[in-house]
């Protein structure tokens, strides 16, 4: 074969039919005629233009040579280039894939949300209906239930979240099971205290200078919402149980039909039976198992257990380091994001004129809980992405789903800006119609959405944490940053 890299070797070989090199003498005769050899080239009298030709047939020869090198740089460039194009439409569609995974799981849990947190718009409207002591005491009695109850079963809940993201990645299904069972154990055990906290809660208030005719209010509240931390023992790990395996379209199924049951529910006890505030808290607690048995019955149905139910097994009774290493700092992280908002009503109690101060924060409060609706979802999904690419042995896969859910958590912070900003004015009315509650959620509503340019951004950095279990570097972060503000 003639290698045609270089000029020296294309002007001194030349290919036969049988791939060999042959060398070319300089006057282009064969190598075998040695009588050709011994003639001279230039004879005296006799004219030759054998030079020449020679000198005509290099320069010849050198041009083809730079045409075909020529050719070769293009056709190397335009190559290139197509590379260079076809790696950036990989990388397009490779955006688009992993967009299109987390709003596959985003987007129904924001639909989850919305309906979970009509419930709770539905409640306030008929504690607002009720006058402004039942709206001042409501509020503060779910203040207090979210900083002593609910955040609590909310973090603990979280420490399952990796172990059956990587688990289902790593199609161990067994082991979904088996942890929700010992979720499901940890938060019923958690909740013993909280009831003993919950049933002393008027005697707290009070002693931390609250007025006590709100107490009162608050106490009644809390009283007969006890069953509710049964149904959040239930309701936590469920749904973790059933996103870390994408399935949440049922979640929004399961909370439509509560939702539809919670206003005659509501309607039933607050109107018809006259029980005021103590009503508004039992139909919350029925709507929660409401919820509960739609999604135990369409796991049933479905058969979405079969391949990660074991039954009920004692060794959920053992094992459980991993899952208190993984629950314990997640609830600290929960805790210390609820907390900065909850504590704030109990501050509320504490200025002038306490009833209009701690309605309006009960109103932020709600504010917040909807526009939180869209991170905490976005960070869920991207959570369960990351887990799932982590067990499946994906790292790269994983980081790349961390990036796409980081970039669209800065979009929904400037959303939630914008639409704080836009409602200020109108947004108290739809609770009640005093004056002075209005005047102060008008005010504080645009700081809110202030801040939820930054809040957005990292409720979806501690969903990428969850994901890689390492939820401790997310509570130090909190904490430290806590610690600066204060």
Known sequence: MCHLSSPVSYNECKCNSSNEHVPNNKDGRSENDDEGLKTPLIQKGIKTTTAPQQNQQAENNKTTLETK???????????????????????????????????????????????????????????????????????????????????????????????????????KNTLLGLCLQRTILLLMLTSIPISLLWLNMKKILILCGQDEAIAMEAQSYLLYSLPDLLAQSLLHPLRIYLRTQSI????????????????????????????????????????????????????????????????????????????????????????????????????????????????????????????????????????????????????????FAAIVGLSCSFALGLVALVFAVMVRKVWATMFTQDKDIISLTSLVLPIIGLCELGNCPQTTGCGVLRGTARPKASGLVFSQLRAVVL
């Open 248 to 399: 949440t379209l049922p979640l929004t199924y399961c909370a439509t039909f509560s939702i539809f049951l919670h206003i005659p529910i509501n309607y039933f006890f607050v109107s018809h039976l006259n029980w005021g505030i103590k009503g508004v808290a039992l139909s919350g607690v029925l709507t929660n198992f409401n919820l509960v048995a739609s999604l135990i019955l369409y796991i049933l149905v479905s058969g979405a257990h079969k391949k990660t139910w074991g039954g009920i097994s004692t060794d959920c009774f053992k094992d459980w380091k991993t899952l208190l290493n993984l629950a314990i700092p997640s609830c600290i992280s929960v805790c210390l994001e609820w907390w900065w908002y909850e504590i704030m009503i109990l501050l509320c109690g504490l200025l002038i004129n306490p009833r209009a101060t701690v309605a309006s924060m009960g109103i932020l409060i709600q504010t917040t809980a909807l526009i939180y609706i869209f991170p905490s979802s976005l960070s869920f999904s991207v959570s369960t992405r990351v887990g799932n690419e982590l067990g499946a042995n994906k790292p790269k896969k994983a980081r």
């Open 69 to 171: 090198q020529t050719t070769q740089i293009i056709i190397t460039s335009t190559t290139n280039n197509n590379n260079n194009n076809n790696t950036q439409k990989s990388h397009f569609f490779r955006l688009v894939d992993e967009a299109s995974s987390i709003a596959g799981i985003a987007f129904p849990m924001i639909l989850t949300g919305l309906l979970l947190y009509s419930r709770s718009m539905i409640s306030m409207l008929f504690l607002g209906r009720l006058g402004e002591l039942a709206l001042a005491g409501g509020s503060l009695a779910v203040g207090f239930a979210n900083i002593t109850g609910y955040s609590i079963l909310s973090g603990l809940a979280m420490g399952m979240e990796p172990i059956c993201g990587q688990a289902f990645g790593a199609k």
